[in-house]
């Protein structure tokens, strides 16, 4: 079941309105657990970093499994939290690296490490702090 070829939809939700954004951040097709969630770990280093326009009037994105939400991250003023919705799903997260999706430039996962903190777990929620 863990990797079978799936389909994987993002999306982001607006600090003003609180409303989803009905464009998806990526949405991939026929694609395995570890390929989306490595697509989505690379979203949530520039969310947390700020790096594009669309980001900066972000409150939180939101990874989604046929369906069904797998993942979320919220940005706060000095921390993310991210938050996987079933044990399986932190291991993928703890088991991946960041990837790009179709479109998608470039990679911040050396400055996402050298910006911020792994603070804690607590469950499946990771919260990383700025340094």
């Not at 979320?72 to 996987?84: C, G, H, T, W």
């Not at 079933?86 to 790009?100: H, M, P, Q």
């Amino acid at each position: 079941m863990g990797n079978a070829l799936t389909n994987y939809v993002a999306y982001s939700r607006n600090r003003k309105t609180d409303a989803y954004d009905t464009d998806p951040i990526f949405s991939v097709e026929n694609t395995s657990d570890d390929e989306a969630m490595s697509y989505f770990k690379r979203e949530v280093h520039a969310f947390a970093l700020q790096k594009t326009q669309h980001y900066m009037g972000t409150k939180a994105i939101y990874l989604y499994r046929n369906g069904w939400r797998v993942a979320r991250a919220e940005l706060f003023p000095d921390s993310i939290q991210v938050n996987l919705y079933r044990a399986y799903y932190f291991n993928v997260w703890e088991n991946t690296t960041a990837k790009l999706a179709p479109g998608k430039w470039p990679l911040y996962e050396r400055l996402f490490e050298a910006t911020l903190k792994r603070e804690s777990t607590v469950g499946n929620c990771v919260t990383y702090t700025r340094k």
